[in-house]
């Protein structure tokens, strides 16, 4: 008796994301190497991303001279292309990158027919620091994590839990480095701050920050930026509210640069915080304690698929198995087994005897 993997066969991967080239790029890679051709259905919002990697897709293929005729392809649409993947059976699997409420939507559809998906949606990324940190390397770490790609990643950093000790250490410097960032075209150099996907990422933004504000907390930063250089773009000032506490707009995730602060006195409390919210994709700890270090990545520590230590959630983590748990979907596009989600597991028994063995040695005579 043996075991087989076969490849699984055609695989659809749907971003319903921003910035489609990355999780493509993972799930891809894995398909490809487990023999399933590729079906894509990008983000609508980011179609030419999509065209310009087919592009490169056909030329590497062209240029090792055995890949089949469309193992890779690319469906840009509408909601419609997607739905169109899910329900079809012959798409054997869905990995599907976006946002909670998608993933829903093609779980459900997935589960009608005994379909696989495997999902990264939403996360609402937490930093805790404590007393022990390294301020300055916490300080870096944070506005890469939180303004990077304009707060529009899914490891995108929107929660920092600072120690009542050093607050009034960090928070001023962090809203002095927020108001002297560089906000402009991503294309010219020195830019540390692009544009928002549309206008409905800064209205949602704008939402967000009101209703902070509503629920008692202090806003520094946020509203439109460059409006008469780029009129048609909504380019923002990234935000930093300092919470009361942990309010219901502060456990939702706004895909924009909003970094909600928070106040801890006690380790668990800081736990707690980080814990109690929808999603588990993310998270970090900056601390020289190693007993806080130990306790934040322990069973009883972060609840999420990744858990870092003096680094903050960069995205960089791919090496590792990325994804995470809760409403993130508990999907893994990376990591030392990802690859069996894309292939079919088969027993193998073969009998070479002229004898028939049967099950829990039971005697059957005809």
């Known amino acids: 008796m043996r075991e087989a993997w076969h490849p699984l066969g055609l695989c659809g991967i749907v971003t319903a994301f921003n910035f489609p080239v990355a999780p493509w790029a993972w799930n891809a890679s894995l398909a490809l190497v487990c023999g399933d051709p590729i079906l894509w259905k990008p983000s609508e919002k980011a179609p030419l991303s999509a065209l310009a990697t087919q592009k490169i897709c056909e030329r ?63 996360g609402n990324n937490a930093m805790i620091v404590a007393p022990s940190a390294d301020l300055e390397m916490a300080l ?77 907390g202090t806003v520094h930063g946020g509203g439109r930026a460059l409006a008469d250089t780029y009129p048609k773009a909504h380019y923002v000032h990234p ?73 903050g959630p960069s995205g960089a983590e791919i090496g590792g198995a990325f994804g995470g748990e809760k409403d993130t979907g508990g999907g893994r596009e990376s990591g030392s087994d990802a690859w069996k989600g894309y292939m079919r597991r088969q027993t193998i028994t073969v009998n070479y005897s002229r004898a028939l063995p049967l099950a829990q040695g039971i005697k059957f005579e005809i």
Not at 87 to 109: L, N
Not at 142 to 160: D, E, M, W, Y
């Open 140 to 216: 870096r770490a944070i506005v890469f994590s939180a303004v990077g790609t304009a707060g529009q990643r899914c490891t995108s950093l929107r929660r920092l839990i600072v120690h009542e000790d050093v607050y009034d250490a960090l928070v001023p410097r962090l809203a002095g480095v927020y108001a002297n960032l560089t906000i402009g075209s991503p294309l010219a150099d020195g830019t540390l701050v692009g544009p928002l996907i549309d206008k409905a990422a800064f209205e949602g933004m704008e939402a967000a920050l009101a209703q902070a504000k509503a629920d008692g």
């Open 239 to 311: 935000a930093i509210v300092e919470m009361p506490g942990q309010t219901e707009v502060v456990t939702r995730e706004t895909f924009a640069p909003i970094l909600y602060v928070l106040k801890y006195r006690d380790f668990e409390d800081a736990i707690a915080l980080q814990n109690a919210v929808p999603q588990g994709l993310s998270s970090c700890i900056f601390s020289t304690d190693v007993r806080e270090t130990e306790a934040f990545i322990s069973a009883t520590g972060s609840d999420c698929g990744i858990a870092n230590v003096n680094i």
């Open 60 to 122: 590497a293929m062209a240029r090792f001279g055995a890949a089949p005729a469309g193992l890779i392809q690319v469906a840009v649409g509408e909601r419609e292309v997607g739905e169109i993947l899910t329900e079809s059976r012959e798409v054997a699997i869905v990995s599907a990158t976006g946002s909670t409420r998608m993933g829903h939507a093609v779980a459900a559809k997935l589960a009608e027919r005994f379909g696989r998906c495997i999902l990264e949606l939403g």
